[in-house]
């Protein structure tokens, strides 16, 4: 890559990189190969999320004066970045990645919302439901707790014309 590429390159790569609510650090173990990364990568795209292998020297440039400098202690062998705006399923999809390839690949470590996460909250958040999966957890609680009140509402009137009813037949 000449100077004036590899310019173009990491302006690219920071401002994906910055305007990403979640970027997490993976290290590529040997044995994993091109046909599982293209796998990965159309599982992050189904996600909106992306993954890139970059050079070391080169994400330290990308990262560098920003609030993703703190990843540059993780960057060691072949690391790849993996990015979105949906932490939940971006974590999902690596962690499932991860653990269908038997270790392959390892989540290190990430930034979200500003802050570094470990691995092991990363593999955390994969366990959580997605944004719509909560949502319609919490529209089921609405919904149970509307017909529980409205149950609670008409069961007066029900047990006055019950015991009506119960009269009338003596």
């Known amino acids: 890559m000449l100077r004036q590429e590899k310019e173009t390159f990491v302006t690219?790569?920071?401002?994906?990189?910055?305007?990403?609510?979640?970027?997490?650090?993976?290290?590529?173990?040997?044995?994993?190969?091109?046909?599982?990364?293209?796998?990965?990568?159309?599982d992050m795209n189904k996600s909106k999320s992306k993954f890139k292998v970059i050079k070391n020297t080169l994400a330290r440039k990308a990262m560098e004066g920003s609030l993703l400098d703190c990843l540059n202690q993780y960057l060691s062998g072949t690391t790849g970045f993996a990015y979105s705006n949906d932490?939940?399923?971006?974590?999902k999809a690596v962690f499932?990645?991860?653990?269908?390839?038997d270790g392959k690949m390892e989540i290190v470590a990430g930034v979200m919302d500003g802050k570094v996460v470990?691995?092991?909250?990363?593999?955390?958040?994969?366990?959580?439901?997605?944004?719509?999966?909560?949502?319609?957890q919490?529209?089921?609680?609405?919904?149970?707790v509307a017909g529980k009140l409205v149950r609670t509402i008409n069961e007066p009137g029900a047990m006055i014309a019950r015991i009506i009813a119960a009269k009338a037949k003596n």
């Open 138 to 144: 919490i529209v089921g609680l609405l919904s149970a």
């Open 96 to 101: 499932n990645f991860c653990k269908d390839n």
């Open 118 to 136: 470990t691995g092991a909250q990363i593999k955390e958040l994969a366990t959580l439901p997605s944004l719509d999966g909560l949502r319609s």
């Open 87 to 91: 932490p939940v399923e971006l974590a």
């Open 12 to 42: 690219n790569v920071r401002g994906e990189l910055l305007n990403s609510e979640i970027v997490v650090v993976v290290n590529r173990g040997s044995g994993i190969t091109v046909e599982e990364i293209t796998k990965l990568r159309k």
